[in-house]
């Protein structure tokens, strides 16, 4: 066993050990640095060197021809032009202008090094052989320690080499004009062993510096493209890697893919905080074993991230939900959806990109069987008019887009007009008609609703003074609430000074408040409608049976109207007895209770019949008339299609 630690350290010591390809680049990089400068200053030697010899050239003219000086200066010329071409070359290699992963730079390098070697050794002969020191040798050897500190076992093999191979030519070639042998005295052996030890402990230590260098950077770029709970590579890596893979194939061969851990929270409540980490890790374990050598990260907490082949995904994120489940038998409530999305080109920022997929996802939260879903056409026109109505809800309001329209509401005795139901539409310039359905859900959510509802109240109101003012036939306006409209504003302060500034009836006004939005916030509700009725203002109970609460809300609130949901007529037939006999209780009920009566989704003669002999109050719904313009009710009144009624109460 220690043998075996010693073994191991030696060979790391020597640089025998593997490393990673980034500590590889990282000293490959520092060494073509240094032969940068290495190269420069030898090209100022050279260049230095040669005007010495021109000057003594013209001032002696030692030289008879061009070609004598050249025979005299040749040395210099190849040393110049092999300086100038390392030097370029390894300025290109380092701003990227040439392609890193050709390994040539060692080669040329160490070619290089050689070439320095050989001139140095050539010139130290002759001036050995002419009793001179043997500085160029020295040099030249000091250069290529410098320009090669490669692995460590490299350096100790190299500079003895060197300096045998010098000591080696002087002792058998170095003759002197009368043909002896040259001998070097014992001293300076000595001295050139001792410098070629130092140089090679000099060489080593810069190394280990180096290598040190490298490994520090390599964990900091590691933390920097690492998600740090569970080791999967983070976003800005996952980027990174899609782009490359993206710019260099076909994107249409490609699909992102969001993985989604349903009720992961769940889970996490469950086993704590590190429980939930290591199913984490093991998600990201079974992402990465699947999708071999593809992109992936954790996106956020119980999301992941793929870029991968279309050829195949669907059956790969089978296995992952498979193998998935497999692994947390037992924890029924769990499960991994993916949302799945088709780039349309490489130059996308893919982290952007993502969340289309995620978009998607998102849209099969609440089906059970479904786990994969991609964001198509369709998806995408609906999630551009979700990000419109975002973006624009200030605007529409602002420019008018904003329209009120009016569906009648009758009384069921004898089909008079008694009242209208304010519902809002935005017609924009730019997409067009928009139907409640779109908007309003995106508004609640983003909690922006109130924006719109205000605007609905004031043009209601407007529109009353308006047909005060000018004689035209008025009648009660029923205005839609919000529950988030009691959060998000003082909604009876608003209505309030609305009606104030209209100088409006109050009993034109009435409110309706859905039955599915009442749960939350008992309290302010019941005070927001003591207040209302104080007021004077009639309140009614929107879309009643549609819920969950229905009975209960009658129990707690004290509502004047109750509204029955049209699910009640849906298809309404004068067979369906159950769906009759459900209305007639609700009504009956209503009655008990000191609630008047509407029914909405009015659509046949049949439900008209059944309802009037049920003895509901009013009825609404397209039979009478779908909603439209304050105008066309108008103009409606006047040519005797609706009769307006005497009574509103
Ligand atoms: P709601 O308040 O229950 O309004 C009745 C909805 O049923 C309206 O849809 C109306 O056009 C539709 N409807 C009426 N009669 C019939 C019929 O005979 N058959 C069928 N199939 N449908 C009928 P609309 O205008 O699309 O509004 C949908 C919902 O949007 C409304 O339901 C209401 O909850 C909400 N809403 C509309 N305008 C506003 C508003 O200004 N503020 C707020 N907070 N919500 C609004
Ligand atoms: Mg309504
Ligand atoms: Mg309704």
Redesign the pocket.
């Known amino acids: 066993m220690k043998t075996d630690k010693i073994f191991e350290r030696l060979k790391k010591i020597l640089g025998f050990n593997k490393e990673s390809a980034y500590v590889n680049e990282h000293l490959r990089e520092a060494n073509v640095r240094s032969t940068v400068y290495i190269s420069a200053v030898l090209i100022a030697v050279e260049i230095w060197m040669l005007i010495r010899y021109t000057l003594k050239y013209v001032i002696t003219g030692m030289c008879e021809t061009i070609w004598v000086f050249f025979n005299y200066t040749y040395p210099y010329w190849i040393l110049l032009s092999a300086g100038l071409f390392v030097f370029i070359y390894c300025l290109l290699f380092l701003t990227g202008r040439i392609n890193k992963a050709k390994k040539y730079s060692n080669t040329i390098i160490m070619l290089f090094g050689l070439l320095c070697l050989y001139f140095g050794i050539s010139t130290s002969l002759s001036d050995f052989s002419r009793g001179r020191m043997v500085t160029c040798f020295l040099t030249m050897a000091l250069y290529v320690a410098c320009l090669l500190i490669w692995k460590p076992y490299t350096i100790l093999l190299m500079q003895p080499a060197i300096a045998a191979l010098f000591i080696h030519i002087i002792k058998n070639y170095a003759f002197n004009k009368q043909g002896e042998l040259v001998v070097m005295n014992e001293g300076d052996q000595i001295n050139y062993i001792t410098y070629f030890i130092s140089l090679t402990m000099v060489a080593m230590s810069i190394y280990y510096q180096r290598y040190s260098e490298a490994k520090q950077s390599e964990s900091l770029e590691i933390a920097a493209i690492t998600d740090e709970e569970t080791g999967a590579p983070n976003m800005y890596r996952f980027s990174q890697q899609a782009k490359e893979v993206l710019e260099n194939s076909d994107v249409s061969k490609y699909i992102y893919l969001f993985f989604n851990i349903k009720n992961f929270a769940t889970y996490s409540d469950r086993y704590g905080y590190m429980g939930g980490i290591e199913l984490l890790k093991k998600m990201s374990g079974l992402i990465k074993e699947v999708f071999k050598d593809e992109p992936y990260a954790r996106e956020s907490r119980d999301h992941f991230v793929v870029l991968t082949k279309v050829e195949g995904h669907e059956n790969r994120i089978s296995e992952i939900r498979n193998r998935f489940l497999e692994l947390i038998k037992g924890e029924v409530y769990l499960d991994v959806k993916a949302g799945t999305y088709r780039p349309k080109n490489a130059e996308a920022d893919p982290r952007l990109e993502i969340n289309n997929a995620h978009y998607a996802v998102g849209l099969i939260e609440n089906h059970d069987e479904q786990y994969i879903k991609e964001y198509d056409e369709k998806i995408d026109k609906d999630y551009h008019l979700r990000q419109y109505v975002l973006n624009n809800i200030d605007k529409a309001v602002k420019e008018g887009y904003i329209q009120v329209y009016y569906?009648p509401v009758v009384w069921s005795t004898d089909g008079e007009l008694c009242g209208c139901?304010?519902?809002?539409r935005w017609i924009d310039p730019e997409v067009g008609f928009l139907?409640?359905?779109t908007f309003?859900p995106v508004l609640e959510e983003s909690r922006q609703?109130h924006k719109?509802?205000k605007c609905?109240y004031e043009t209601v109101c407007r529109k009353i003074r308006e047909c005060l003012d000018n004689n035209l036939p008025v009648f009660p306006i029923s205005l839609?609430?919000?529950r988030l409209d009691f959060e998000l504003m003082d909604a009876v302060g608003e209505l309030e000074s609305l009606v104030t500034k209209y100088n409006v009836p109050r009993d034109y006004i009435h409110v309706?408040v859905?039955e599915s939005s009442i749960s939350q916030d008992v309290e302010k509700l019941q005070q927001s409608m003591k207040l209302l009725h104080e007021k004077g203002y009639s309140i009614w109970l929107?879309?009643f049976g549609s819920g969950y609460s229905s009975l209960n809300v009658l129990k707690d609130y004290d509502f004047d109207l109750l509204k029955i949901d049209?699910v009640f007529l849906k298809n309404f037939s004068a067979q369906n007895k159950n769906a009759q006999m459900i209305i007639k209780s609700i009504l009956d009920l209503a009655k008990e209770l000191n609630m008047m009566t509407l029914s909405?989704?009015?659509?046949t003669k049949d439900a008209v019949d059944f309802l009037q002999k049920a003895g509901c109050g009013r009825l609404?719904?397209?039979y009478y008339g779908?909603?439209m313009t304050y105008d066309e009710i108008l103009a409606k009144i006047k040519d005797g299609s609706f009769h307006l009624s005497k009574k509103f109460i």
Not at 600 to 603: A, F, L, W
Request: net charge negative; no cysteine; aromatic share 6%.
């Open positions: 569906q139901e304010a519902l809002a139907s409640p359905g309003i609703i719109l509802d609905i839609n609430f919000s309706e859905t929107d879309d049209m909405e989704g009015v659509e609404q719904g397209y779908k909603p």
